[in-house]
Nanobody, 124 residues
Framework: QAQLTESGGGLVQAGGRLLLTCVGSDRIFGKDILGWFRQAPGKEREFVGNIDWSGIRAYYAKSVEDRFSIGRNNDEKKVYLQMTNLKPDDTAVYHC?????????????????WGQGTQVTVSS
């Protein structure tokens, strides 16, 4: 069964940090670009960042590029989102997803498989 499962969310104070983990099933953790997205209440889902299969190249949204970093472990079928200096505006449900191979890397529609998400809440 194709599946992605996120974990690591929670409640944290502004300035704090969290590490999110996404675990993929065998079927969907091949040589895929993996992305992280987030969706705040009342807002559209937005791109946070992604990482290529090698783990060497990662790209980030401007709003997080100095604070977040993405890594992956292909042997364990895991992708990580390290978040530091968190702000209340980072509050959202965070999802990982696999890129479908065509379309913009920044577009939700370009991603095929999605996890259910993990809630991150940053208090001021």
């Amino acid at each position: 069964q194709a599946q992605l499962t996120e974990s690591g969310g929670g409640l944290v104070q502004a300035g704090g940090r969290l590490l999110l983990t996404c675990v993929g099933s065998d079927r969907i953790f091949g040589k895929d670009i993996l992305g992280w997205f987030r969706q705040a209440p009342g807002k559209e889902r937005e791109f946070v960042g992604n990482i290529d299969w090698s783990g060497i190249r990662a790209y980030y949204a401007k709003s997080v590029e100095d604070r977040f970093s993405i890594g992956r472990n292909n042997d364990e079928k895991k992708v990580y989102l390290q978040m530091t200096n968190l702000k209340p505006d980072d509050t959202a449900v965070y999802h990982c997803a696999t890129y479908g191979g065509s379309g913009s890397y920044y577009d939700v529609k370009s991603y095929v498989y999605w996890g259910q998400g993990t809630q991150v809440t940053v208090s001021s």
